[in-house]
């Protein structure tokens, strides 16, 4: 079919005279979503990145001073602070730990539960739900409790006496990274046991027949099949991770002694948003939207250049 | 039908152009609301007021509620509406009411430590006139009145003081056949004697968060946070004084009085809830903890002197907080406003709130008066009297405490990442690009 033919075609669709009209159609259609996208997505990046440029502190915000335009100054002064690229490398390990342990946890979870009988199914599903619909500020809280050195349970079961699990910079970041696997991976486990259940049971019996392994069956069988939803969860659980708050703003006291265990968005809201310099904190908020969008699109091409279709 | 799927693909271009025209036609700048006094001064209508809601509001609100009649019975045809708002979300609700001045209230009560910022973000009016004319002021304790200046301009009148002292527990240095400490260095030893005793004890529990517990070390021996008046702020955290304080107080955490493991992520509420549970022997608690720690298990066993300072029978100076009353530049009832803020804030007022919670007066007349109706508050009096110190008063000043300048300084000497001198230039640093980026 060529062009002609295919406008055409269009055109008997379409019911309608003329070539302009045909070439907007889609666009009409799109165009609710796109003004929603457009209002919900774009115009708030917009303004963030506006507002990244400029001086605008309360002071601007209630007309005590004029606002004034910067440059890329907030953008200056953020790459000038050397705190700024230590608490973004430990960002980067600490999300990268945390989105590996959460998948883990939660594909081996969703494997044992094809595996386990209704009750004991049921029962480790009630009790990941329950993770997951706590909020994050209890989550921590009562973890913080469990390893408190005075009165928590863990230091009496193991006996090791008073010990602070938030003094050490790495034994800090350890607490914090339970408590975000024990709050995130029932997602990835409700997800990819949904997808397992998916998976044609001929398949998983051919394999068995040829004589593979469960690790196996996993890596040649499930894996594959399960690619577009564990694409999902890897993506959202990197997003999650990185941007994680609460859980280091209450677990280490809004950053750890000294600061050792600040993490961006803390980082973000201490040293901006909390004292009202809106500028500098749009700054780091478009820092992290360029980070979060480099991860992801490389990953997504790196994905693609295996030569699998998304 | 292949090339018909195909064909909007060539349109994207154009409709990208036109879609991001639309986005610059229609974002403008950000937001920035006109706060400017609203010109007006009506004699009549309503006032709208913010006050901080107290755990126990109820004798608060009596209180308050007197003083309101007063006021209104001396200006008929006005009405207020009293609103109590939680501390904790303060800066929230303040910075909405700076951005929309309609629901902004007339008289607001604000910690002292934000008077500078409110002051640059353009949210208090300046009532230097009204304050040097009304009587009582003259009564108002130097220190207080520092903290409604800046540059020599009075943005609001003292409400209450709240000041710290040394709590320790009698029962245990009678026990240990000792006197309360009368030296810097006598509660240095003092606290190690009471950790060797009894190494399930703090002896003076500290915190590394704990900045107004730390400062009085720093004053006592001759340092200051930051030198300069007006908009020119020097950090002087670095100074040899103030090193020899950082050092002083540095020396507490470790294994012979309060393990830096525990003690180095401690906060103010921290130390006071480990000494009103009976884990330490001594604490820097203020006037406003008083109610705790009767609370806890120690009542009737402890007793507060002030903190001694470097010579024998010196006092370390304490930091002075409190909240003021203020009068927001918005308020179309200007005349008003500022009778019920001296309305609010005046001698009877006071007097009256530390008879219903415990609250100091900002009066050096008043304060002595209600000393002596309740004993306990004597040595928080002594200490007042003996010269209080206030934080810079610049708006850099609530960016350096939200991004825990000082106890990271604290911090990184207890965990022995830094010695004195490098955490203390470090400090300096940051608080003068603070100084240095307000202007």
Not at chain 1, 24 to 42: E, H, I, K, S
Not at chain 2, 185 to 199: G, H, N, V, W
Not at chain 2, 290 to 298: C, L, M, R, T
Not at chain 2, 374 to 381: I, L
């Amino acid at each position: 079919m060529t062009t002609q033919e295919a406008v055409t075609v269009a055109k008997a669709a379409a019911g309608v005279p003329g070539r302009r009209r045909a070439r907007w159609t889609p666009w009409l259609y799109l165009a609710p979503a796109l003004v929603v996208l457009g209002a919900l997505l774009v115009y708030p990046i917009y303004q963030l990145g506006l507002i990244s440029l400029l001086k605008y502190t309360q002071a601007q915000v209630s007309g005590g001073e004029p606002t004034a335009f910067e440059g890329f100054g907030n953008y200056t002064t953020l790459f000038a602070d050397d705190q700024f690229w230590q608490v973004l490398i430990a960002t980067l390990v600490f999300a990268a730990a945390c989105v590996l342990s959460t998948l883990a946890v939660g594909c081996a979870l969703a494997v044992l539960l094809t595996r386990v009988r209704a009750l004991p199914r049921l029962a480790l599903m009630l009790a990941a739900l329950g993770a997951w619909a706590t909020p994050a500020v209890t989550g921590s809280t009562v973890w913080l409790f469990l390893f408190d050195p005075d009165f928590g349970p863990v230091n009496r079961v193991l006996g090791i006496g008073d010990h602070s699990w938030t003094y050490g910079r790495y034994s800090a970041f350890a607490l914090v990274l339970l408590e975000v696997v024990w709050c995130s991976f029932p997602f990835v486990m409700v997800t990819v046991y949904a997808g397992i259940r998916a998976v044609p049971s001929e398949v998983l019996e051919a394999a068995a027949l040829d004589g593979a392994s469960q690790w196996r069956i996993w890596r040649s069988v499930l894996a594959p099949l399960l690619r577009p939803i564990l694409v999902v969860v890897t993506i959202q659980s990197v997003i999650w991770d990185f941007k994680v708050f609460t859980q280091i703003y209450v677990m280490t006291n809004g950053g750890g002694i000294a600061g050792q265990n600040l993490v961006l968005n803390v980082y973000a809201y201490q040293k901006a948003f909390a004292s009202s310099q809106y500028g500098l904190g749009s700054a780091i908020g478009v820092v992290m939207l360029v980070i979060l969008l480099a991860v992801t699109l490389v990953y997504l091409r790196m994905l693609r250049r295996q030569g699998e279709e998304l | 039908m292949k090339l018909s799927v195909k064909l909007p693909v060539k349109l994207p271009a154009r409709t990208a152009v036109a879609l991001a025209a639309l986005v610059v036609a229609t974002a403008c700048a950000p937001q920035t609301s006109g706060n400017s006094s609203s010109g007006k001064d009506e004699k009549t209508g309503t006032l709208r007021v913010w006050l901080f809601q107290e755990v126990n509001n109820g004798p608060k609100e009596k209180v308050v509620d007197a003083a309101v009649s007063t006021f209104k019975k001396a200006h008929k045809d006005t009405r207020v509406t009293i609103e109590y708002i939680p501390v904790e979300t303060r800066a929230q609700r303040m910075k909405a009411a700076f951005n929309d001045p309609k629901s902004a209230p007339d008289v607001i009560e604000y910690g002292n430590t934000d008077t500078a910022g409110y002051v640059k973000d353009g949210g208090l009016a300046d009532v230097t006139e009204e304050f040097t004319d009304w009587s009582e002021a003259k009564d108002t304790d130097p220190t207080a009145k520092q903290s409604v200046t800046v540059d020599g301009k009075i943005y609001g009148a003292p409400f209450f003081v709240g000041v710290r002292a040394l709590y320790y527990r009698t029962d245990i240095l009678k026990d240990l056949g000792l006197e309360a400490p009368r030296t810097q260095a006598e509660l240095i030893s003092t606290a190690k004697k009471i950790r060797a005793a009894d190494p399930d004890l703090y002896g003076l529990v500290v915190g590394g968060a704990y900045t107004y517990g730390a400062m009085p070390f720093i004053w006592s021996q001759g340092g200051e946070i930051a030198q300069g008046k007006g908009g020119s702020y020097a950090a002087a955290i670095d100074s040899a004084a103030a090193q020899k304080g950082i050092k002083a107080y540095t020396s507490l955490f470790g294994a012979d009085n309060c393990p830096a493991a525990k003690c180095a992520g401690m906060t103010g509420n921290d130390t006071v809830t480990a000494f009103s549970s009976g884990k330490a022997g001594m604490a820097i608690g203020g006037d406003f903890s008083h109610a705790a720690i009767e609370a806890g298990k120690i009542k009737g066993k402890y007793a507060v002197v002030p903190l001694p300072g470097v010579k024998p029978g010196s006092v370390a100076p304490a930091f002075a907080g409190g909240n003021n009353i203020g009068v927001l530049k918005s308020t179309s009832h200007r005349t008003l406003a500022v009778d019920l803020m001296e309305q609010l804030a005046s001698k009877k007022t006071q007097s009256e709130l530390f008879d219903a919670m415990g609250f100091l007066p900002t009066y050096t007349d008043v304060r002595d008066a209600v000393a002596k109706k309740q004993p306990f508050v004597a040595p928080f009096v002594k200490t007042l009297a003996s010269g209080a110190k206030f934080v810079p008063a610049s708006a850099a000043w609530s960016q350096i405490d939200a991004s825990l300048v000082l106890p990271t300084m604290f911090q990184e000497v207890i965990s022995g990442k830094k010695d004195v001198a490098a955490a203390s230039k470090d400090a300096a640093k940051k608080m003068n690009d603070a100084f240095g980026s307000v202007g």
